[in-house]
């Protein structure tokens, strides 16, 4: 089953693909969001705390798995424990992802319509009152939706069917410091709004009355899905990691890289929203028809500078979204082709059709296919539910148990000293976590992402 493999070229590679695949539409719509509904700068330090002491041990778990096992998430649980029962879990890593890059990339197809008529300056033209109908009015029709879909998908196939370090590793390195610029240059402007002061207060004041049960579970939900666990992701990036990369140190910065993104989120959304009052907890709304409006009121004295914050917003979201993008369909690719023995580009052309092919569904549910419901929920709905709520964490809570209870003592040595070579002081910390808290957190995190935690 083995097979030679690329590797990720160098250190810094390494960490901007991965870091990569934890930034994404998460960090830019559902942090502000899940901050902006969980009382601002308390929210922030539990999701840092859930971040160490919680998100840190899956993600260390994942990069044993997948670097020892030297293979994609699809095979490296049954390396490790041969039984049908690990086979069928790999198949179920690779099922994951698959079913989000269907439904991600019809969002991520939104980012790009939203860029190009920035470009062509149509979100100028549109009235702050009707980006409601002009964003129905896009995602009802069938031709602009599929087509968008399909752009944003032949966009990640391209760089993914170039392999690890010529394709994934080669253009992380330009879109990760890409998004960086412009982000840091959008909080810039930012800054400069009437309530920027007011929209910092709120990040960074650390109201404790305002933490509740709900916010403890938002937090540990918010750091859960911010790096990506569970999705078979990190395992299978961490089969492209040289013996020489520290993955205690390496999981620390990926997560350092991706929350000073998120923060960094929250200082370019939370200035604007606050100047102009919109409820900063919007979600998917406050990207695509709150924040257009909010970038034609707070520049209305100057419209150039909004329509160049309004092109350099999008952009950073289409960069977002591409590096997420690329992570997942990667996962996918390297499954097949270590299951089929065939090239990559073959592997990457049968997942792009595939994820294409399904991904109509999603891409319709706004149009013809709206009326269209399974158990209540159009397609792009029953696809998120099923993915988000159910099978990630049923994904991670598995990952948890199998690193702790069933991963060999041997393994956990020579990946966390580098075969003896570096010191890893906090193994009996992270081996508590990993058998007690972490399941019974992402338990917990499960029943409360359903509702089931309110009945209770």
Same mark, same amino acid.
């Given at each position: 089953?083995?097979?030679?493999?690329? #590797?990720f070229?160098?250190?810094?590679?390494?960490?901007?693909?991965?870091?990569?695949?934890?930034?994404?539409?998460? #960090?830019?719509?559902?942090?502000?969001?899940?901050?902006?509904?969980?009382?601002?700068?308390? !929210?922030?330090?539990?999701?840092?705390?859930?971040?160490?002491?919680?998100?840190?041990?899956?993600?260390?778990?994942?990069?044993?798995?997948?670097? *020892?096992?030297?293979?994609?998430?699809?095979?490296?649980?049954?390396?490790?424990?041969?039984?049908?029962?690990?086979?069928?879990?790999? %198949?179920?890593?690779?099922?994951i992802?698959?079913?989000?890059?269907?439904?991600? #990339?019809?969002?991520?197809?939104?980012?790009?319509?939203?860029?190009?008529?920035?470009?062509?300056?149509?979100?100028d033209?549109?009235?702050?009152?009707a980006?409601?109908?002009? !964003?129905a009015?896009?995602?009802?029709?069938?031709?602009?939706?599929?087509?968008?879909f399909?752009?944003?998908?032949?966009?990640?196939?391209?760089?993914?069917?170039? =392999?690890?370090?010529?394709?994934?590793?080669?253009?992380?390195?330009?879109?990760?410091p890409g998004?960086?610029?412009?982000?840091?240059? /959008?909080?810039?402007?930012?800054?400069?709004?009437?309530?920027?002061?007011?929209?910092?207060?709120?990040? !960074?004041?650390? &109201?404790?009355?305002?933490?509740t049960?709900?916010?403890?579970?938002?937090?540990?939900?918010?750091?859960?899905?911010?790096l990506?666990?569970g999705?078979?992701?990190?395992?299978?990036?961490?089969?492209?990691?040289?013996?020489?990369?520290?993955?205690?140190?390496s999981?620390?910065?990926?997560?350092?890289? &991706?929350t000073?993104? +998120?923060?960094?989120?929250?200082l370019?959304?939370?200035?604007a929203v606050?100047?102009? =009052?919109?409820?900063?907890?919007?979600?998917?709304?406050? $990207?695509f028809?709150?924040?257009?409006?909010v970038?034609?009121?707070?520049?209305?004295?100057?419209?150039?500078? =909004?329509?160049?914050?309004?092109?350099?917003?999008?952009? /950073?979201?289409?960069?977002?979204?591409?590096?997420?993008?690329?992570?997942?369909?990667?996962?996918?690719?390297?499954? $097949?082709?270590?299951?089929?023995?065939? *090239?990559?580009?073959?592997?990457?052309?049968?997942?792009?059709i595939?994820?294409?092919?399904?991904?109509?569904?999603?891409?319709?549910?706004?149009?013809?296919l709206?009326?269209v419901?399974?158990?209540?929920?159009?397609?792009?709905?029953?696809? &998120?539910?099923?993915?988000?709520?159910?099978?990630?964490? $049923?994904?991670g !809570?598995?990952?948890?148990?199998?690193?702790?209870? %069933?991963?060999?003592?041997?393994?956990?040595? +020579?990946e966390?000293?580098?075969?003896?070579?570096?010191?890893f002081?906090? %193994?009996?910390?992270?081996?508590?976590?990993l058998?007690?808290?972490?399941p019974?957190?992402?338990l917990?995190m499960?029943? #409360?992402e359903?509702?089931?935690?309110? /009945?209770?």
């Open positions: 089953m083995k097979q030679e493999r690329g #590797n070229g160098s250190k810094l590679g390494m960490i901007l693909a991965a870091a990569g695949s934890a930034v994404g539409l998460g #960090n830019v719509w559902r942090f502000p969001t899940e901050t902006g509904e969980n009382g601002g700068g308390a !929210f922030i330090l539990l999701y840092i705390v859930c971040l160490l002491f919680f998100g840190l041990p899956v993600m260390v778990s994942e990069f044993v798995i997948g670097r *020892s096992a030297r293979l994609s998430a699809g095979f490296a649980y049954h390396h490790h424990a041969p039984t049908p029962l690990w086979r069928w879990f790999g %198949r179920f890593q690779v099922l992802p698959f079913l989000i890059l269907c439904y991600y #990339n019809v969002v991520a197809g939104w980012t790009l319509f939203y860029l190009v008529e920035a470009v062509r300056g149509t979100l033209a549109v009235p702050a009152q980006f409601a109908p002009f !964003f009015d896009f995602t009802s029709n069938p031709w602009l939706q599929v087509g968008y399909f752009a944003f998908m032949a966009l990640t196939h391209a760089i993914v069917v170039q =392999g690890v370090s010529k394709g994934i590793e080669r253009f992380s390195k330009v879109l990760m998004l960086f610029i412009i982000l840091l240059i /959008l909080v810039g402007c930012s800054l400069t709004m009437p309530k920027a002061q007011e929209a910092v207060d709120f990040l !960074f004041t650390f &109201d404790f009355s305002k933490i049960a709900h916010t403890v579970l938002a937090a540990m939900g918010q750091a859960f899905f911010s990506s666990l999705m078979g992701i990190l395992s299978t990036y961490a089969s492209y990691f040289k013996r020489d990369a520290v993955l205690g140190t999981a620390l910065t990926i997560a350092g890289v &991706d000073a993104v +998120a923060l960094l989120a929250g370019m959304i939370f200035p606050f100047s102009v =009052g919109v409820a900063p907890d919007e979600g998917p709304t406050l $990207i028809i709150a924040l257009p409006s970038f034609q009121s707070a520049f209305s004295s100057w419209p150039w500078l =909004g329509t160049l914050f309004s092109i350099a917003f999008y952009a /950073l979201l289409v960069l977002a979204t591409l590096t997420s993008s690329i992570s997942i369909h990667e996962v996918v690719t390297a499954y $097949i082709t270590e299951a089929t023995h065939c *090239s990559r580009r073959k592997a990457a052309s049968c997942v792009t595939a994820c294409f092919t399904l991904g109509l569904l999603c891409a319709l549910s706004f149009g013809p709206k009326d419901h399974l158990w209540g929920m159009t397609f792009f709905d029953l696809f &998120d539910f099923v993915t988000a709520k159910l099978m990630l964490p $049923i994904s !809570f598995i990952i948890s148990l199998f690193a702790a209870w %069933r991963l060999s003592r041997t393994t956990w040595e +020579a966390l000293t580098n075969d003896g070579t570096r010191r002081p906090l %193994r009996r910390l992270l081996f508590v976590m058998r007690y808290v972490c019974i957190g992402i917990l499960f029943l #409360n359903l509702g089931w935690m309110k /009945l209770l």
